[in-house]
Structures are given as structure tokens and as C-alpha cells.
């Protein structure tokens, strides 16, 4: 019989830097994206810095979410990492080992099942959605789901390469940098 599942606690990780739609979209002269702030109701976002990516967000969110549970690193006992990108040590991609593998070992989750799990913008409600499936059915206890994006390079890329307000590339200008975590438990 399928247990109920829960949410045990939230975590998440900030960019220090804030990058507001105003000063992203300055240098574009479109008057459509002018008003990208209006039409998106997007004020600001958080970017990387130097020693921010993917993993430091991560595993900060993942930390803060330990902060708020129950449960002690040791005592998670599967945990999916849904990063789309996997910069470490700054703009590096870091395909292996794999996140989830690297994130289990900093924070010292040594008996926990890991995998990685990549699926866009819907990876944390994938990974959420599969953490659902594993608890109710009793595989396990608990899961660790976590995030870390520095993705704003699209944005970056972006504001090169659009030259009209029907740019396929004009959603980049939306996205920031943040981490978030996740542990669901049976309820």
C-alpha cells in the first residue's frame, strides 16, 4: 500500500549579486524589449559571481535544507540532484562523477542511494516527482532532491544575438542563478 509523502523541509542558496531587467536589457535597442520589466513582471535576478556555480549553489541549498530537518546528513538515505548545468570551480562542466555523487560525499550523506536526474526547467519537479514515487512506495525513507543553476550565460548569449522583439532566444533574458533543496519523507 503507497504511504503518504511529505515535504520534511526547504532549503536554498542566493547569488550575492542582483541584476535587475532594467540594467540586463540597457543595451538593447528594440523598443519592445524596453519594457521587458513590464511585460515579464521580472525586477531583478540573482547572477554568479566569482566562487558561485552550480555545485557551491547546490550544496549551499542543500546545507541550508539540513538546517531546517530532522535528519542528519547520515541519516538520508537517497538523494537526486536535477542540475541542468554542472559548472564546479567556476565556468567548468563537471560531467564526473556525476552531482549528486560529489554533493553526497560534501555533505557527508555516505549511506544515501544517488543519481542524477536532467530534465530542463521541469528537473526539480521531476526529481520531486520520483522522490515521491521511491517514499511512497517504502524504497526509502526519506530523499535529499537538490538544484544548483548558473545559467545566466543564456542571458548573456542572448543580449549578443537578439535583433528582434520575435527572437526565439528572447526567454534567456528571463533566468537567474539560484539553488534549491528539498528532503520528503512518509507522512
Same mark, same amino acid.
Given at each position: 500500500?503507497?504511504?503518504?509523502?511529505?515535504?520534511?523541509?526547504? %532549503?536554498?542558496?542566493?547569488?550575492?549579486?542582483?541584476?535587475?531587467?532594467?540594467?540586463?536589457?540597457?543595451?538593447?535597442? /528594440?523598443?519592445? /524589449? &524596453?519594457?521587458?520589466?513590464?511585460?515579464? !513582471?521580472?525586477?531583478?535576478?540573482?547572477?554568479? !559571481?566569482? !566562487?558561485?556555480?552550480?555545485?557551491?549553489?547546490?550544496? %549551499?541549498?542543500?546545507?541550508?535544507?539540513?538546517?531546517?530537518?530532522?535528519?542528519?546528513?547520515?541519516?538520508?538515505?537517497?538523494?537526486?540532484?536535477?542540475?541542468?548545468?554542472?559548472?564546479?570551480?567556476?565556468?567548468?562542466?563537471?560531467?564526473?562523477?556525476?552531482?549528486?555523487?560529489? /554533493?553526497?560525499?560534501? @555533505?557527508?550523506?555516505?549511506?544515501?542511494?544517488?543519481?542524477?536526474?536532467?530534465?530542463?526547467?521541469? %528537473?526539480? @519537479?521531476?526529481?520531486?516527482?520520483?522522490?515521491?514515487?521511491?517514499?511512497?512506495? %517504502?524504497?526509502?525513507?526519506?530523499? @535529499?532532491?537538490?538544484?544548483?543553476?548558473?545559467?545566466? !550565460? @543564456?542571458?548573456?548569449?542572448?543580449?549578443?544575438? /537578439?535583433?528582434?522583439?520575435?527572437?526565439?532566444?528572447?526567454?534567456?533574458?528571463?533566468?537567474?542563478?539560484?539553488?534549491?533543496?528539498?528532503?520528503?519523507?512518509? &507522512?
Amino acid at each position: 500500500m503507497a504511504r503518504k509523502v511529505e515535504f520534511e523541509s526547504i %532549503g536554498i542558496s542566493l547569488p550575492e549579486r542582483v541584476l535587475s531587467t532594467k540594467e540586463l536589457v540597457r543595451n538593447l535597442r /528594440i523598443p519592445a /524589449i &524596453s519594457k521587458f520589466e513590464l511585460l515579464t !513582471g521580472i525586477k531583478q535576478r540573482r547572477v554568479c !559571481g566569482p !566562487g558561485e556555480d552550480s555545485y557551491s549553489l547546490a550544496l %549551499g541549498a542543500a546545507r541550508d535544507c539540513l538546517s531546517y530537518s530532522r535528519f542528519a546528513p547520515d541519516d538520508i538515505e537517497m538523494l537526486i540532484s536535477c542540475s541542468i548545468t554542472k559548472y564546479r570551480n567556476g565556468n567548468y562542466q563537471h560531467y564526473e562523477p556525476p552531482m549528486s555523487v560529489t /554533493i553526497k560525499s560534501s @555533505l557527508g550523506a555516505s549511506k544515501a542511494i544517488s543519481f542524477d536526474i536532467g530534465n530542463a526547467c521541469a %528537473g526539480m @519537479l521531476t526529481g520531486v516527482m520520483v522522490a515521491e514515487d521511491f517514499v511512497s512506495r %517504502g524504497v526509502v525513507a526519506n530523499c @535529499l532532491v537538490v538544484s544548483g543553476e548558473h545559467i545566466t !550565460g @543564456l542571458s548573456e548569449h542572448a543580449l549578443k544575438t /537578439i535583433r528582434t522583439p520575435l527572437s526565439h532566444e528572447l526567454a534567456s533574458l528571463t533566468v537567474g542563478d539560484a539553488g534549491a533543496a528539498v528532503i520528503l519523507q512518509a &507522512s
